[in-house]
């Protein structure tokens, strides 16, 4: 059993940037890929990046790339995300999970609670 905790959500204008936390608990923690969603009201979760368990590869969706990075470290248990030049179009609720490729939601088990991102124009 693994379990994750998301912070560092907020509400911030366009522009700006943000960095949320995902703690891991429990057996094993640092062993699994770790990966970052997001859900917007009435949409799909949204699968972002991930990085594996060593932190050497990573891996994101189009619509992140050069915008946001993971990094992970495992002294800590603690995987990031970096977003920078947010746009309201990425308002949504932020989630960490434990994943397997290719990534869908469906190949992931453990998840976090969710952190919420409002961005406004």
């Known amino acids: 059993q693994v379990q994750l905790a998301e912070s560092g959500g907020g509400l911030v204008r366009a522009g700006d940037s943000l960095r949320l936390s995902c703690v891991a608990s429990?057996?094993?923690?640092?062993?699994?890929?770790m990966a970052w969603f997001r859900q917007a009201p009435g949409k799909e979760r949204e699968f972002l990046t991930a990085i594996n368990w060593r932190g050497a590869g990573t891996y994101y969706a189009d619509s992140v790339k050069g915008r946001f990075t993971i990094s992970k470290e495992n002294a800590k248990n603690t995987v990031w995300l970096q977003m920078n030049s947010l746009e309201p179009e990425d308002t949504a609720v932020y989630f960490c999970?434990?994943?397997?490729?290719?990534?869908?939601?469906?190949?992931?088990?453990?998840w976090g609670q969710g952190t919420q991102v409002t961005v406004s124009s």
């Open positions: 999970a434990t994943c397997r490729p290719p990534y869908s939601k469906d190949d992931c088990d453990y």
């Open positions: 429990g057996r094993s923690a640092n062993s699994y890929t």
